[in-house]
């Protein structure tokens, strides 16, 4: 007949600053006269603009994968090959703190280091290679399924210890946080309305009397750690 007791949730926060990311191109009215792809897709106004959508693909990217180093635990050795072994000491770390559905994001210098390390491995660790349909979903960067954890590389990855390293990273969801945001309403030249809500802004400017035209791109975004115990750098040689 013992009445039960409140139990206070335990909580935390993470803040997630949003900043401008921008990039901006000029091309001259000779240059793009003289691109002679269909459809303007090369180094012409049109390709340029295109464009933005892939370059801020890839500063988010950068943006991610920037926060591997800031893990508190880490696994691997400084001026060594990344090995079976190591991966498997990122899976035990994660595993101690009860994560589970991994992802690794690694350099491509240190998938080639693991898969030399996997073609002397025997025993009932299984690599599955991404399928064409896989990389379409996920991306050109998805390289398959190695012991349960879903394997990336990306260039982005960055180099520590003054150049000698890189650092990958393995986490379990919840570890790292985005947040993207939008400008108000913004009336641009020739009366063009840019709805709010819109992910990435790209104007076009003129400066008639250089001949150029500017195409500029922006977009707000941020990322940061959520939970450093769902997290851990690899690091490897360069």
């Known amino acids: ?18 900043a401008r990311q921008a990039l901006v191109r000029q091309i001259s009215d000779l240059a793009n006269l003289t691109n002679n792809v269909a459809g303007g897709m090369g180094v012409g106004i049109d390709g340029l603009a295109e464009d933005m959508v892939g370059a801020y693909n890839k ?21 060594a090959d990344l090995t ?24 491509p210098q240190q998938m080639n280091d693991l898969m030399s390390s996997l073609r ?18 996920k991306g050109a960067g998805y390289r398959g399924e190695l012991f349960g954890v879903q394997t990336f590389v990306s260039t982005q990855i960055p180099s520590i210890n003054s150049g000698a390293d890189y650092c990958g ?16 309403p913004v009336r641009g030249a020739g009366e063009i309305i840019l ?32 939970d450093d115990a769902r997290g851990v750098g690899i690091v490897s040689d360069f």
Not at 95 to 102: E, G, M, W
Not at 126 to 134: E, G, K, S, V
Not at 211 to 217: A, E, H, P, Q, V
């Open 1 to 18: 007949g013992t009445a039960a007791t409140n139990t206070a949730i335990t909580s935390a926060a993470a803040t997630i600053t949003i």
């Open 59 to 79: 500063r988010v990217t950068a943006m991610l994968c920037g926060l591997s180093s800031g893990f508190s635990n880490t696994v691997g050795t400084s001026g």
């Open 84 to 107: 079976v072994t190591r991966f498997y000491d990122a899976i035990f770390s994660l595993q101690l703190t009860a994560n589970d559905s991994f992802m690794c994001i690694l350099h």
């Open 120 to 137: 002397s491995e025997a025993g009932p660790g299984q690599y599955l290679a991404a399928t064409q349909d896989q990389v379409n979903a």
């Open 169 to 184: 990273v393995m986490f379990s969801r919840g570890a790292i946080g985005y947040a993207t945001g939008s400008a108000a």
């Open 195 to 226: 709805p709010a809500g819109t992910p990435i802004v790209v104007e076009l400017s003129r400066s008639p009397e250089a001949g150029l035209s500017t195409i500029t791109g922006s977009a707000f975004v941020g990322v940061a750690e959520l």
